[in-house]
């Protein structure tokens, strides 16, 4: 279950039903409906993130919603369509590429970007959410080799868990990291890590419980690294 943080007015909940990249939910009350991407799958687990709100006409019920665009019924019996906020940034150019970003639309986002600082948004956002195949892409685009060695092995993973610790490893958030290869079917990858970027402190933590035969070779190199600081 992703839990969905909604105003306590709220009277009303509809799902987007055209398909994307992204489930959509949007929770609505009397004057404000509220746009709401859900990932199953990303660096920090699954989640559900606010993308944008929109004023609601006066005496207007929402009764539908695809792609973005709401139906509307009216106390006169008229219906009629309005397009979410989140989605009406999409046809502006300056702010397409950060809607579609938001959204989590990655596949559209790639027509969008225009500028070496456009392809990285797109490498670290969907990287941040496992796509590895567009982040892949995108980094390739900026002839990053070694961000596309190391999604390549991302993608080759076991289990998700251990593909979220390898992202978060790619992106810098080692304590993310961590907590991910610690749920995965490789925790000695947290210990490795660790040890890797010489961060000793947290790797005779870790080593306390995944391998004890380790602590003495650990500590005798924080020793060492101590002498020289």
Partial sequence: MIPVAV????????W??????????????????????????????????????????AGQTPLWLAGGELGLHGQDGRLLRLMLSSH???????????ALLRMRRYKEAWSACQSDEDWRLLAE???????????NRAFRRLKDAGM????????????????AGMAALCI???????QAFLQSDRPAAALAMR???????QALNLAASLAPEQVPQLA??????LEFT
Avoid at 88 to 98: F, G, H, I, K, Y
Avoid at 148 to 163: G, I, M, Q, T, Y
Avoid at 220 to 225: E, I, L, M, N, S
């Fill in 195 to 201: 040890s890797s970027l010489l961060q000793w402190p």
């Fill in 16 to 57: 987007d039903s055209w398909p994307g990249e992204a489930a959509l939910l949007a929770s609505y009350d009397a004057t404000t409906i509220t746009s709401h991407v859900i990932m199953r799958y990303s660096v920090r687990g699954p989640y559900a993130e606010s993308v944008g709100s929109t004023a609601l006409p």
């Fill in 172 to 178: 810098g958030d080692h304590d993310l990291a961590e």
């Fill in 148 to 163: 596309v060695r190391a999604l390549e092995e991302a993608a080759e993973a076991e289990n998700r868990s251990e593909a």
């Fill in 125 to 135: 956002a969907s990287l941040r959410d496992l796509e590895f195949e567009i982040a």
């Fill in 7 to 14: 105003a306590s007015s709220t009277t009303g909940l509809l």
């Fill in 88 to 98: 009406s940034a999409v046809l502006v150019p300056e702010t397409c590429l950060d």
């Fill in 220 to 225: 005798k190199q924080y020793a060492q690294q």
